[in-house]
């Protein structure tokens, strides 16, 4: 799988971060009843690769990658229990070579211009530009589009249901990440039907 193949399966990709384990299965399969499969369970809590491997096991539907992948052992650890995806808040060429080499597919961060080139030079054109509305935006977005005429992005961070769509109207924004689709309260009360509606409603986002 290319980490672009992930925008296929809908305009968001939630960023979710798990506390407890036993909130990962019905929050995945919570997301997936909304139509959203493409999951990025965030390496922020000590139960992180715990709840991924919770999802990967009970919920087959889901595409299960990890986000905050900050290093070389992140990626490790989490190709060794079966992560489809990383997405790093940033880049490094020692990230971006070892994922290659792990065969682990990397959606790369980037927010300057040399960065892009970076990620670019070392075989990645599919990015996420992250914090994206604290870095500029729509507007940095469409100031990119055409020296990086090959590059799409998924913005992440500042993202919300008002603006993506003005964001997924992009042409080289082919997706979006965005933590609103699982709500830290909605999570710890296990609202899981407000998840599935807020993922079903995250569908009308493209427009
Ligand atoms: C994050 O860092 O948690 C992600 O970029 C999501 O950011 P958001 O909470 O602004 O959607």
Redesign the pocket.
């Given at each position: 799988m290319k980490t672009i193949e992930l925008a296929q399966y809908g305009p968001v990709i939630p960023?979710i971060?798990l506390d407890r384990l036993e909130d990962a299965v019905p929050l995945a399969r919570a997301l997936v009843a909304g139509g959203v499969r493409v999951l990025e369970v965030?390496l922020r809590t000590p139960v992180a690769l715990a709840c991924m491997e919770a999802m990967i096991r009970e919920v087959p539907e889901a595409i299960v990658g990890a986000g905050t992948v900050r290093s070389v052992a992140d990626a490790e650890a989490v190709k060794k229990i079966g992560a489809r995806f990383a997405v790093s808040?940033g880049y490094t060429s020692a990230i971006g070579e070892a994922c290659l080499a792990l065969d682990l597919p990397l959606l790369p961060g980037v927010s300057t211009a040399s960065e892009v080139m970076t990620a670019n030079a070392d075989g990645y054109h599919f990015l996420k530009l992250?914090?994206a509305t604290a870095v500029g935006g729509l507007s940095l977005l469409k100031a990119f589009a055409s020296p990086f005429h090959d590059v799409s992005f998924c913005p992440?961070?500042?993202?919300t249901p008002e603006n993506a769509p003005q964001f997924l109207a992009l042409p080289n924004v082919k997706v979006c990440?965005?933590?609103?689709l699982t709500p830290a309260d909605a999570v710890n009360h296990g609202d899981w039907a407000r998840i599935t509606e807020l993922a079903q409603a995250s569908h009308a986002l493209r427009r």
């Amino acid at each position: 799988m290319k980490t672009i193949e992930l925008a296929q399966y809908g305009p968001v990709i939630p960023v979710i971060v798990l506390d407890r384990l036993e909130d990962a299965v019905p929050l995945a399969r919570a997301l997936v009843a909304g139509g959203v499969r493409v999951l990025e369970v965030t390496l922020r809590t000590p139960v992180a690769l715990a709840c991924m491997e919770a999802m990967i096991r009970e919920v087959p539907e889901a595409i299960v990658g990890a986000g905050t992948v900050r290093s070389v052992a992140d990626a490790e650890a989490v190709k060794k229990i079966g992560a489809r995806f990383a997405v790093s808040p940033g880049y490094t060429s020692a990230i971006g070579e070892a994922c290659l080499a792990l065969d682990l597919p990397l959606l790369p961060g980037v927010s300057t211009a040399s960065e892009v080139m970076t990620a670019n030079a070392d075989g990645y054109h599919f990015l996420k530009l992250f914090p994206a509305t604290a870095v500029g935006g729509l507007s940095l977005l469409k100031a990119f589009a055409s020296p990086f005429h090959d590059v799409s992005f998924c913005p992440t961070g500042g993202l919300t249901p008002e603006n993506a769509p003005q964001f997924l109207a992009l042409p080289n924004v082919k997706v979006c990440g965005g933590s609103w689709l699982t709500p830290a309260d909605a999570v710890n009360h296990g609202d899981w039907a407000r998840i599935t509606e807020l993922a079903q409603a995250s569908h009308a986002l493209r427009r």
